[in-house]
């Protein structure tokens, strides 16, 4: 079975301060990895997915991820956030092939101060 | 830009009561899913619809629970009996193809079981 892992409930950051979001894996298969965001009031949207090749993956708004198989990790960064990156973060896996639930992680708050 | 529509946004109901919350996925998308959301909690899957039939479920999908694709563009969620833990964010998504490919979710639908 595949979970995941956000260790972080909620992160404040300075507007304009570089961000990390947290994400561990855990699966005994090869898995795809997506990054979810979630705006109050809304559903989830796609920032990015790593399938296979290279592990820094880029996304939409700016922010990008590394896939790292021997840490089992796939953390979320930005290097300059925006009052408008205040949101909801999801990590989440995927098995693939028969199966294509994605299992996601409790989620980390992005709150960002001017 | 296609996107998937939820109705209604917030559904209020009686214990017991059913209820069927209702979803027009993207229109040449194949895969149907639907999770919830309780609040303060992850995202859960609850199960995956593929050529007209139930393709994976998890534990929380009971007998309560049920799908349908009516008409060749809704998708719906019956709970025939609900209690008061069903209140939760639902989550309509679709899928182009299985695995790797994004799914795209609606905004949800409020539950309220009272």
């Known amino acids: 079975a595949q979970s995941v892992t956000q260790l972080d409930s909620q992160v404040p950051v300075f507007e304009e301060a570089p961000v990390e979001l947290r994400c561990n894996y855990s699966?005994?298969?090869?898995?795809?990895l997506f990054w979810y965001v979630q705006y109050p009031n809304q559903g989830l949207q796609l920032l990015l997915k790593?399938?296979?090749?290279?592990?820094l993956v880029k996304g939409i708004n700016g922010f990008e991820a590394e896939f790292n198989k021997s840490q089992t990790s796939f953390h979320l960064r930005k290097p300059s956030v925006h009052i408008s990156d205040t949101a909801e973060y999801f990590c989440?896996?995927?098995?693939?092939?028969?199966?294509?639930?994605?299992?996601f992680g409790t989620g980390t708050l992005l709150a960002v101060q001017p | 830009e296609p996107e998937v529509t939820q109705t209604p946004s917030h559904q209020v109901t009686q214990m017991g009561q059913e209820v069927i919350l209702r979803c027009v996925p993207i229109?040449?998308?194949?895969?149907f899913y639907w999770y919830r959301q309780i609040l303060g909690q992850k995202v859960e899957f609850l199960v995956s619809?593929?050529?007209?039939?139930?393709?994976?479920k998890s534990e929380i999908f009971d007998d309560q629970f049920s799908v349908e694709r009516p008409d060749g563009s809704n998708f719906t969620l019956k709970i025939r009996s609900t209690k008061l833990e069903d209140s939760a964010m639902y989550f309509c998504?679709?899928?182009?193809?299985?695995?790797?490919?994004?799914?795209?979710f609606g905004p949800g639908t409020r539950l309220t079981v009272l």
């Open positions: 998504a679709s899928s182009r193809t299985s695995g790797d490919n994004e799914q795209f």
């Open positions: 699966s005994s298969v090869s898995v795809y």
């Open positions: 790593y399938l296979s090749g290279s592990t």
């Open positions: 989440a896996v995927c098995r693939g092939g028969a199966t294509n639930k994605l299992i």
């Open positions: 229109s040449n998308h194949l895969y």
């Open positions: 619809f593929y050529n007209n039939e139930i393709s994976e």
